[in-house]
C-alpha cells in the first residue's frame, strides 16, 4: 500500500526559507516520478513541482521557478522541497504526489505552510 | 496565459447523470493532454479518479466514466449518490512540463 507523508511545514516570514520533505513507502520509489501540489485556504489545487523519478528533470510553476527547488533522495525514499523567498501568497496546504501516467495517483495527507509577519 | 476551465457549480438530484467539463481558453483538449480528473471532499486530499482522459482508478466506482466532449474533457457521474457530493477537479498537461487544475466544480446533489 502505497503511503506518502509530509513533514516540514509551519510558520515562515515573507523572504523566509522552509524545507518539506515527504517520506514514501509502499511502492518503488526510485522508478517513480514524482510532485508537489499545493492548495491556498479555500481555494483550488496548484501544481507546484515535478521531479523525474532519476533526479535529472525537474520542471515548475512559473510561480515559484528560482524560489524553489524540488530535490529526492533515492537512497531514503524521500522526496524534499526547499522553499526560500517565501511569498504571503505561499501560504497553502503542500501534497506530494506520484506520478502516473502524468495523472497523481497517490497523495500524502498535505502539510500547511503559513507565511506571516 | 492558458487557463483550465470548469463550471463553478452544479447541482444534480439522485440518481440523475450529470456531466462535468474541463476546457482549455486557448484551444482545444484532446487525449495528448492526458486529461485527469480527482475528488475532493473538505479536509481531505484530493483522490484520483480518471487518469488518460477514461481511465478508470483503481476502486473507483464505474458510475464514473471520462471522455472527449466536442472540444472539452468531460467527466459523466451516472446515477448521482448522495455521497458524490464533494468538489471535481480536472487537471491537463499542457505540455513544456507543466500541468494545470482547473478551478474546480463544486457538485451538490440534492
Known amino acids: 500500500q502505497v503511503h506518502l507523508v509530509e513533514s516540514g511545514g509551519g510558520v515562515a516570514q515573507p523572504g523566509g526559507s522552509l524545507r518539506l520533505s515527504c517520506g514514501a513507502s509502499?511502492?518503488?520509489?526510485?522508478?517513480?516520478?514524482m510532485h508537489w501540489v499545493r492548495q491556498s485556504p479555500g481555494k483550488g489545487l496548484e501544481w507546484v513541482a515535478f521531479?523525474?523519478?532519476?533526479?535529472?528533470?525537474?520542471w515548475y510553476v512559473d510561480s515559484v521557478r528560482g524560489r524553489f527547488t524540488i530535490s529526492r533522495d533515492n537512497s531514503r525514499n524521500t522526496l524534499s522541497l526547499q522553499m526560500n523567498s517565501l511569498r504571503l501568497e505561499d501560504t497553502a496546504v503542500y501534497y506530494c504526489a506520484k506520478d502516473f501516467n502524468y495523472a497523481f495517483d497517490n497523495w500524502g495527507r498535505g502539510i500547511l505552510v503559513t507565511v506571516s509577519s | 496565459q492558458t487557463v483550465v476551465t470548469q463550471e463553478p457549480s452544479f447541482s444534480v438530484s439522485p440518481g440523475r447523470t450529470i456531466t462535468l467539463t474541463c476546457g482549455l481558453t486557448s484551444g482545444s483538449v484532446s487525449i495528448d493532454h492526458y486529461p485527469s480528473w480527482y475528488q475532493q471532499t473538505p479536509g481531505q486530499a484530493p483522490r484520483m479518479l480518471i487518469y488518460r482522459t477514461n481511465s478508470r482508478s483503481s476502486g473507483v466506482p464505474d458510475r464514473f466514466s471520462g471522455s472527449i466532449l466536442g472540444n472539452k474533457a468531460a467527466l459523466t457521474i451516472t446515477g448521482a449518490q448522495a455521497d458524490d457530493e464533494s468538489h471535481y477537479y480536472c487537471m491537463l498537461f499542457v505540455g513544456s512540463g507543466v500541468w494545470l487544475f482547473g478551478g474546480g466544480t463544486r457538485l451538490t446533489v440534492l
Open positions: 521531479i523525474e523519478h532519476n533526479g535529472k528533470s525537474k
Open positions: 509502499g511502492f518503488s520509489f526510485t522508478s517513480n516520478n
